[in-house]
């Protein structure tokens, strides 16, 4: 059983004569695969490939195929069912993750992102892991803390890092208020009591007596002990204004419990960082997190809701675990923010409190997704990139390892009521070209568990995010509207053409790491220009460079879905000669790979490039 209290941690124990796994020598190298524990896997599936790569034919639950499709809501009582099948716990566990290591080993995965692991409070169907009622424990509907740690030891086996999602800003439903259900008003509420079991407030708003109350340990009240001191909470009511200062850092988020982290000083408008003033909470938090790290391994954290932070609590945090990481081996421990608020502002929280990368979820996915369904101009996602000034950087390549990109995730924060998937309306054709467009730009590539199978992300009218959170392995709430049936399909095409991108991403430097360059394109070999939305969607190649030491990779990706294109494709000028050659190193119809293609005088430096439909090719 877990710590009651932080007292009875030894954190010198847990690291004491222990070679921990190191960091990577660069973040930007890495693919990240994020998954939601309980929508992955439950480990029964059938007919799936092992860690081994051998086929399994013990499992329960049979693949996916398209007469599958929708069998979960053929009838209204079905649907309703379904529906709501996507609101609970549906029985994905951190063993299943394990068992599936194999699978994202194959797909190109180097760092696999769990949503949040700790025990949720009892009564409340927080299947998303953000609801902590304890910090010390694994919530049993997704095995225990051993199976954490031989997750990431099987991890770190094959090559692969593990990041934890972690929250700070708030604990989940633990006490109710005297008053129903209060706002945000800049006043402190009172509380009622401490939940129990059963979800009643029945516990003193206070520090728990076990003598007293011998069954509140661990469904009750919040934990470790020293949590339930009452100035834990900010206790101020829900968000109403979530765009409000300093409503949406002391309010509520939702239901979930605002942690009290310090004190701010703000002058003239302006907080005095240096000065904020820490709290006993965030020293606490601090304790419970570096545990994690000694405890199970662990090699980065996404850190959750930081625009809800205080900058000065979030930059306390992240000195604190930095070092404690870097002391034990970890000299690149990787933290990675999910700031909104827009792009400056996650950028400008980003550079003050000392956060290694942010979520690229303002601008950045919607710019990419609607350059490949053909709804934006390429270079306002180019451009996202090439204009630091921005953030003031003097360089582009400042992005390289500061932000994480995706195309698809569990919130879509960006869509507003109304949330899918990228393939969601018949665009599943174009999932590989972003998905490439994705791991060959800037910034660290995540794959949201799901999209390598082309998920859709619909289900109801009602846009709720549950329905992008599908269950991979099956079970009540499987994709595409169906029951029973799993999603590990390695001969996907969209798996397995992604599989070889980030092969060659692996072999070639200049793909991770290179600077980045949207290049002009022409029909007739004479008027060049960038590809525009013209008259409705833009059916065109889409063509950059990514050039490293002197070394140029050109990538394309074709938006058309139904046909090849034919362009020319300018290149630099100074590093190549006219009667030079590339070669097509990638391409989605393999028998392009291996031919040439000649480099001729035009716009300075071109050559004639061909992408299939909805196609993607790489050459150098």
């Known amino acids: 059983m877990a710590e009651t209290s932080l007292r009875e941690l030894d954190l010198r124990s847990l690291t004491a004569n222990r070679t921990f796994f190191p960091s990577p020598a660069h973040w930007e190298d890495e693919v990240i695969y994020f998954l939601m524990v309980d929508r992955f896997s439950d480990g029964k599936e059938n007919l799936y490939r092992d860690n081994q790569g051998d086929s399994v034919t013990t499992g329960a639950t049979p693949p996916f195929d398209p007469s599958a499709n929708g069998n979960a809501v053929r009838s209204e009582q079905d649907a309703a069912r379904w529906r709501d099948a996507g609101t609970r716990f549906v029985g994905g566990n951190i063993a299943g993750i394990e068992s599936k290591l194999g699978y994202l080993k194959r797909l190109g995965v180097t ?15 927080t299947y998303h892991g953000y609801g902590i009622q304890h910090f010390l424990d694994v919530d049993p509907h997704f095995g225990t803390r051993e199976d954490l740690r031989r997750l990431v030891r099987t991890a770190h086996t094959l090559g692969i890092r593990v990041i934890l999602d972690i929250i700070l800003n708030h604990s989940g439903d633990v006490f109710r208020y005297e008053a129903d259900n209060p706002s945000w008003n800049g006043q402190k509420f009172a509380a009622r009591g401490f939940r129990d079991g059963q979800g009643a407030p029945t516990l003193p708003f206070a520090p728990v007596d076990l003598a007293a109350h011998p069954d ?5 009240a919040i934990w470790p002990a020293e949590f ?33 982290h310090g004190e701010r000083r703000i002058v003239n408008g302006v907080d005095q960082i240096d000065d904020y003033l820490i709290s006993p909470t965030l020293l606490r938090l601090c304790e419970v997190y570096k545990f994690w790290i ?10 959750d809701t930081v625009k809800h932070m205080d900058p000065g609590a979030a930059r306390f945090f992240a000195g604190v675990i930095h070092e404690f990481a870097e002391a034990i081996g970890k000299d690149d421990f990787y933290i990675i923010g999910e700031i909104t608020g827009g792009r400056e502002f996650a950028f400008d929280r980003l550079e003050v409190t000392g956060l290694d990368a942010a979520l690229g979820i303002s601008d950045e996915r919607t710019k990419m997704t609607g350059l490949v369904k053909g709804e934006t101009d390429p270079a306002e996602y180019f451009d996202l990139f090439r204009n630091s000034l921005l953030v003031r950087k003097d360089s582009h390549v400042w992005f390289r390892d500061k932000v994480v990109t995706s195309v698809d995730d569990h919130d879509h924060v960006d869509q507003g009521s109304q949330k899918h998937r990228f393939c969601a309306g018949g665009f599943e054709t174009l999932a590989l070209p972003v998905m490439a467009l994705n791991a060959t730009t800037l910034g660290i590539p995540c794959i949201y568990y799901g999209t390598e199978q082309i998920f859709d992300g619909e289900g109801g009218g009602d846009g709720s995010d549950r329905y992008i959170r599908e269950a ?10 169906s029951r029973g049936r799993h999603f590990f399909n390695e001969d996907q095409p969209v798996y397995r053409q992604l599989a070889e991108i980030h092969k060659l991403r692996r072999d070639q430097l200049t793909l991770r790491r290179g600077r980045q360059f949207l290049r002009q394109i022409s029909g007739d070999g004479v008027n060049f220009g960038f590809p525009e939305k013209m008259n409705g969607r833009i059916l065109s190649i889409v063509a950059w460079s990514r050039i490293f030491n002197d070394n140029e990779l050109l990538c394309a990706i074709n938006t058309d879905p139904d046909q090849d294109r034919t362009v020319f494709v300018t290149i630099d000028n100074d590093l190549h000669t006219a009667g030079d050659r590339l070669t097509c190193l990638y391409s ?3 028998a392009e790979i291996g031919r040439t293609l000649l480099v001729e005088a035009r716009n300075g430096k071109a050559v004639s490039l061909t992408a299939p439909s909805a196609g993607f090719v790489v050459c150098g």
């Open 111 to 125: 760092a696999v992102w769990l949503s949040p692991i700790f025990k949720q409070v009892t009564v409340d169907n």
């Open 216 to 220: 509140a340990f661990p469904e009750s």
């Open 228 to 260: 339930q001191d009452v100035d834990t909470f900010s206790r101020e009511g829900h968000i109403n204004n979530f765009d409000f200062f300093p409503e949406f850092a002391d309010g509520d988020f939702f239901t979930l419990k605002d942690l009290h």
């Open 294 to 303: 000694a405890l199970a391994d662990i090699d980065g954290f996404r850190l």
């Open 472 to 481: 991979m392995f099956g079970g009540e709430f499987g994709a595409f509207r």
């Open 588 to 590: 989605t119809r393999p």
